[in-house]
């Protein structure tokens, strides 16, 4: 009888377990965040874009990006936004060429933000503005240089895009998930396929901090690599890898459909040695750091065991196909 | 009389053919692999032939030979990019034949407006053929002879860094077409072949050491090419590894065609082109050649899973096929992904055209180029849509759970090349 009971409830809930939490407890709230942040500091901007203005409100738009940046299925996708927000990783320097190729052109183009929304998104989004805000060589321009006009410039086109994403988010993507397998739906033909695709932004997500927040730096045992981890000018390096834990937390909760014990001690595993690391994993060129951080690299690893056992299997999904397959 | 239909009937539902045409299926993708990597290898030999006959006499002609055969060994080559991020063997394998970007400026001189050593790589502008010793990591290299070990030992990913790339297709094609340096305007790079000629005709300087690069790297490819095919003969272990577990060899085909459809083709390779506006984001930048790149490597995810490839020489290679194995499961879902499939060749066809009709891909990057972007991006959202198909056809086969046991597959395609 309780058996039928729950099947019952299972069968009246309107959208695939978990995929409705998901989007009113996680998701939502957090492109919304997004954009109160970066209205933010498109108005600091406009008021005074100097440096030491700006970065109070920079770190706060990017501590919001952490809240959505794994999120890469709809809005996100659309128009390259979430390569326009925060292009990274940067393996060619391309953010630094093209940053200084604006600058030492003054290029015209931060007058008019429908053509700023075309420059290429190394020149544009959080990774651009933390060379304006954090680079020495850059980052004491005055008020009327041409620098303090690119630095609103790309603080407008942010706050543009978080707009988007999360009216897309709010008028339409999340009908698209919560409507899955329903007639007229061809984004997801199963409602599986909804809960499939935010799994699949939870295990990528994971793999991304592993391997690429943590893994840049980390490069090889001869041959660490400090100077590439991410943010690093702007301090926040480790910041990202605890935000991004603890937003892909979050999301790991919303998608359960029961107790996911191995699930939370691996999190809180991990998050509790990640407060221990260098702030811009410096010292992963040291041993004592690099064994650190190989370490907490086992413990994301630990989730995602746990993460597919507790909650792949429950879904009844594997990952799907990401965006960072590939080399 | 009824009974006995209907008893048939179930028996041919119940067959075991199913499980019989799973290696029917893999054997077809196997004998694809041999021939696409066969058919790489006599075209790369031809490749070959062409470089020693610039190097021995180097004229307009000769170098104008060489890059067609470049451009012909690419045609196959790109058709067997879909072998690469299902089976580790190719994919260990492929950085040394098809490393992409690279910084160029470790082989050979570049213009100045390339910049020197950048803070991701220091070697960047190394330039091995002007420079018969130099440190690297610490270490003092002799090139005073440049032979294909000091290419692959030494050079290749020197000092950890992806981009230095001292072997393969690209570098090849470096050395035979020089940087383009029209930017987002037309037109390829424009080696003269006078870099390649002796005494004072010689430009560019060192034109020896130049020819002995060329030489090495030919050489390399040859013999890389060479394994890769004894891998996928009779016996092979790449051919052994796919036919051994019948499940596992599906997913590492369906692994192929998603990884290569979505991260690599339509992100990292097209999408992330027009988000830069970047010219060098081009895959086969130095020629010109990046539609061309695009459009074979859309056609190899096709002929693995419709079980047929036209070979170099007009034949044909086909079998049993993915596409019957979908239809068996699920016929909607084969459907579907056949015209998705189809319908990027489309996409991807009508952007090979423009291409060659003098709308080339590095103008359609330009920032603001509507029609330029228009192209790309209508390839990149077919590319998306086939690779939703794709993961519809993993479902439908049921070896969606097999990532769950432990092995690198779709739940961490990632693991399977790294």
Known sequence: MRHLAAALIFAASPAFA???????????????????????LARTAQADCRAETLRSAYQDAFDAWMGISHLRLGPLEEDGRALAIGFWPDTRGMVQRTVAGLLADADPVVESPEAFAEVSVAGRGLFALERLLYDDAVSGYGADDYACALATAIARDLHR?????????????????????????????????????????????????????????????????PERAEARRAGRSLHNVELSLEALRDLARALATGPTPDTEAAFAAALELAAELDPVLADVAQVQGRFEAEILQQRIEAIQHAVANEIGVTLGVSAGFNATDGD | MRTTMTAVLALAAATPALAQSKGEVLATYADIAAAAYEDSLITA???????????????????????????????????????????????????????WPLDEGLIDYVDASYGGATDQNRYAALNVIANPTFSLSGEDIDATEITPALLENELHEADAVEANVATGYHAIEFLLWGQDLNGTDAGAGERPWTDYAT???????????????????????????EWMVGQWAEGGAAREAVLSDEDAGLVAILTGMGSLSYGEQAGERMKLGVMLNDPEEEH????????????????????????????????????????????????????????????????????????????SYDRMLERGNEAGEALIMDAVNALVEQTRSIERAVAALGVDQIGFEGSDSLDNPNAVFQ
Not at chain 1, 25 to 32: E, K, Q, R, V
Not at chain 2, 65 to 90: D, H, K, M
Request: aromatic share 8%.
């Open chain 2, 284 to 359: 086969d930048c130095f020629s010109d050649n990046t539609h061309n790149s695009h459009f074979y490597d859309g056609m190899g995810i096709r002929n693995v899973y419709f079980g047929e490839y036209v070979r170099a020489d007009g034949s044909v290679v086909s079998g049993p096929s993915l596409s019957s194995l979908v239809a068996e499961a699920d016929p909607q879902v084969d459907a579907a992904l056949r015209e998705d499939l189809n319908q990027t060749m489309i996409e991807l066809g009508q952007l090979k055209t423009a291409a060659e009709a003098g709308f």
């Open chain 2, 45 to 99: 030999r031809a490749l070959d032939a062409a470089i020693q006959r610039l190097i021995a006499e180097p004229s307009a002609q000769t170098l104008q030979a060489a890059r067609e055969a470049w451009l012909r060994a690419r045609v196959p080559y790109q058709q067997t990019e879909v072998y690469r991020f299902g089976n580790p063997i190719v994919d260990d394998w492929e950085g040394k034949v098809n490393a």
């Open chain 1, 161 to 225: 895009m978080a707009e988007d994403i999360d009216t897309e988010w709010r008028e339409d993507f999340a009908a698209t998930l919560r409507t899955a397998g329903k007639p007229g739906n061809d984004t997801f033909l199963t409602d599986k396929e909804a809960a499939q695709a935010l799994y699949t932004a939870l295990t990528t997500g994971l793999e991304f901090t592993k391997d690429q927040r943590l893994g840049r730096p980390m490069g090889t045992f001869d041959r660490p690599r």
């Open chain 2, 199 to 225: 005494g004072e005709d010689c430009t560019g300087g060192n034109c020896d050491r130049r020819g002995d690069y060329l030489q090495a790297a030919s050489d390399l490819l040859v013999s890389d090419l």
């Open chain 1, 18 to 40: 978990g995929v409705e939490e998901a989007i009113d407890d996680h998701i939502l709230p957090a492109t919304a965040a997004f954009e109160a942040a970066t209205e933010d």
